[in-house]
Every structure is written in structure tokens, then in C-alpha cells.
């Protein structure tokens, strides 16, 4: 996808501050973030939204559950505690679409979310 930002960054024609990188998985510090730790975690393969995905994705998806542990331990918020979330569509509040795990902590999180 050409014209997607964080296909964009899986080229490298645009930098983010990478956290962790494998072959199929990318994470990177969120621009604007929400929480002392935001991180967003995207599989290197676009696809748009949750609704999008199909059974073969299942693998993937759990993948990117696995890194973004791992980035929660690096980042010494593993013990007190952490969200992960997918926004999904227009009322889930996405905003890119090219599906990314928000990855956020630091800091008690308040629930319900807005
Ligand atoms: P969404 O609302 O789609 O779930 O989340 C999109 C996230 O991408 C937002 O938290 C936003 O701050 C982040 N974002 C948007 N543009 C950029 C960018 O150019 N670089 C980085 N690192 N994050 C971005
Ligand atoms: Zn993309």
C-alpha cells in the first residue's frame, strides 16, 4: 500500500523510533503519545482494520500479543500493569488504517475508556 504511513515505515521511507523488529512484526514509539510508554504495534503486512482479518491471520495476530509482552518488559511495565487495544473503524476511533496494537502504560489507566 503506497499511500499507507506505516506501510511507509515497514520501506523505511519514513523512521520511526523503533522499539523491536522482526521479520513480520514492527514496533514503534507512538508520535503523540497518550501514556508515558505508547507504543504501537503493527504487523510488517498491511491490513486495514480488525475487520479485515481473516482466519490465516491468526497467527499474526497472536504475534503481535507476544512482542508486545516483550516491549512491556524492555520497557519495565510488565509488573504494575499495561493496555493493549486495536481502535477499530470511525466510533472505535481509528485513525491509520493499517492495523496497530496501542501498546500503553506508565501510569494507572482509567476505565471506561471516553
Ligand atoms: P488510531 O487512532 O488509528 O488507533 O491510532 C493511530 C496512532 O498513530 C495515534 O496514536 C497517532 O498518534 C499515531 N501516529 C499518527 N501518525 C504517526 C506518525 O507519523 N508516527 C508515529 N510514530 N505515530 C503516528
Ligand atoms: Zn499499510
Known sequence: MTDCLFCKMVAGDI???????NDEVL???DINPQT???VLVIP????A?????EAGDAEL???????????AEQEGIAEPGYRTLINCNRDGG?????I?????????????PG
Open 27 to 29: 514496533a514503534f514509539r
Open 44 to 47: 510488517k503486512r498491511h491490513i
Open 61 to 71: 495476530i497472536g504475534k503481535l500479543y507476544l512482542v508486545a509482552k516483550q516491549v
Open 94 to 98: 481509528q485513525a491509520v488504517y493499517h
Open 100 to 112: 496497530h496494537l496501542h501498546l500503553m502504560g506508565g501510569r494507572p489507566l482509567g476505565w471506561p
Open 36 to 38: 508515558p510508554v505508547h
Open 15 to 21: 523512521k520511526p523510533d523503533t522499539v523491536y523488529e
Open 49 to 53: 482494520t480488525t475487520n479485515d482479518l
